[in-house]
């Protein structure tokens, strides 16, 4: 029978102190539009005066890459660790296939504002665009050798792009304005998002949950894959212009003066987390739920290694659980909630792959017995902490 036992010596709680992120020195004074990470060590950075920033050691130091423009550059993903994409102003498009040593530029067919990318697969990819105040988005099937334009139908301004799978995607643009396409971009619909207020960056995490975010502190979310749009509140007025959740339950807003925000339960609520900047933060990327990096204006780059700390004003002491038992551990755990508060209980291996989740208010039994032997995280969240405790099974 397995056996899991407290690793005693490794016991934690998040970092106590309030200010969780750490401005990275990146060498430039430019702006920074977009942020893209392919594992927890190597990242990317692209903005103004085509600029490209790469890191290989999680965001403590940064090199620039020769981008071979001077256009603004807007948004970059990467479809594995040595293909990766960037867009920008002027119908600027470059690709690199050797992890950003070298990049070259596409014919996009047009010169108009690019800036929004994102790719389905290895070879379906879209950007998003506005060339004298008609919308349109480009496609490519073949990695970027050819791209197809297509005029939207949609008047407004398109700022970001999401694609749940090869036919399934989202934009939100200005005015509100959210579209969807079922068919690959063939066709999009325009959904109702409840809003006039624009709207700067768009994200799903599955196929019915997304979020859109934008002026005056404007979070949205939606449950059924776009029908219905529920505004959120977030605390703030602040412009928000990126959001990433890097599982279903947390997720994380930047915005004008240093805002970040974060939610630890699907965006019911959102906490401020202390950035230590009055930078506009433009991008936000996370790797794992503890792992994360945002990018601004006059080359700001913050990383964080603990999911962001604490929230403004929250006391690290408090604890949402009261007992954790028993010790040894059998093929289960129990989680014993004197305060009956409502926690989301996480466990996730070490390379940060969320294993379970579940909600519950009062005792909850957790079952290890289909676990491999090794060392695992389990975080404990509600509104007011994050508690992490390392359990071992052997």
């Known amino acids: 029978m397995k056996r899991a036992y407290f690793l005693l010596i490794a016991l934690f709680a998040l970092n106590a102190a309030n200010a969780q992120w750490t401005e990275q020195e990146s060498g430039i004074s430019e702006v920074l539009n977009s942020c893209y990470f392919t594992d927890a060590n190597t990242g990317y950075a692209v903005g103004e005066n085509g600029i490209i920033l790469k890191t290989i050691n999680g965001g403590s130091s940064w090199t620039t890459l020769p981008s071979g423009t001077t256009n603004w550059l807007m948004s ?65 099937n073949d990695g970027g050798a050819s791209w197809i334009s297509k005029a939207s139908g949609i008047d407004e301004w398109f700022q970001s792009i999401y694609f749940t799978d090869t036919n399934t995607g989202y934009v939100a643009g200005f005015k509100g304005t959210i579209a969807k396409t079922i068919n690959g971009g063939i066709t999009w619909d325009t959904l109702s998002s409840g809003i006039n207020l624009d709207l700067y960056s768009i994200f799903f995490t599955d196929t019915n949950t ?73 991008s ?41 038992f028993p010790n040894p551990f059998s093929d289960h755990i129990m989680i014993k909630n004197e305060t009956n508060k409502s926690v989301q209980i996480y466990l996730y291996n070490l390379n940060g792959r969320l294993i379970s989740t579940q909600k519950t208010s009062y005792n909850t039994r957790i079952e290890l017995n289909n676990l491999s032997k090794g060392i695992y995280i389990l975080k404990i969240c509600d509104n007011e902490s994050v508690y992490s405790q390392k359990i071992v099974i052997q």
Request: charged share 10%.
């Open 76 to 140: 970059i993903c990467f479809t594995d660790t040595n293909t990766g994409y960037v867009v920008g102003h002027n119908g600027t498009i470059l690709k690199t296939i050797d992890g950003g040593l070298n990049w070259t530029t596409l014919l996009s067919g047009t010169n108009g504002y690019l800036p929004s990318v994102c790719f389905s697969d290895v070879n379906i990819g879209y950007v998003v665009g506005d060339g004298g105040g008609i919308s349109f988005i480009l496609k490519t």
């Open 210 to 282: 997304g979020y859109s975010v934008g002026e005056n502190g404007t979070i949205l979310k939606t449950s059924n894959g776009g029908t219905t749009w529920t505004t959120l509140f977030s605390g703030t007025t602040s412009y928000l212009m990126s959001i990433y959740f890097p599982d279903a339950y947390t997720g994380y807003v930047v915005g004008f003066s240093g805002t970040i925000l974060k939610t630890i339960n699907g965006g019911i609520t959102w906490t401020t987390l202390s950035s230590e900047t009055t930078s506009e933060l433009l």
């Open 284 to 324: 936000v990327f996370f790797t794992n739920d503890n792992m994360g990096c945002t990018v601004g204006n006059d080359g700001t780059i913050l990383t964080t290694t603990n999911g962001g700390g604490w929230g403004i004003g929250i006391d690290e002491n408090y604890h949402p659980v009261n007992v954790i």
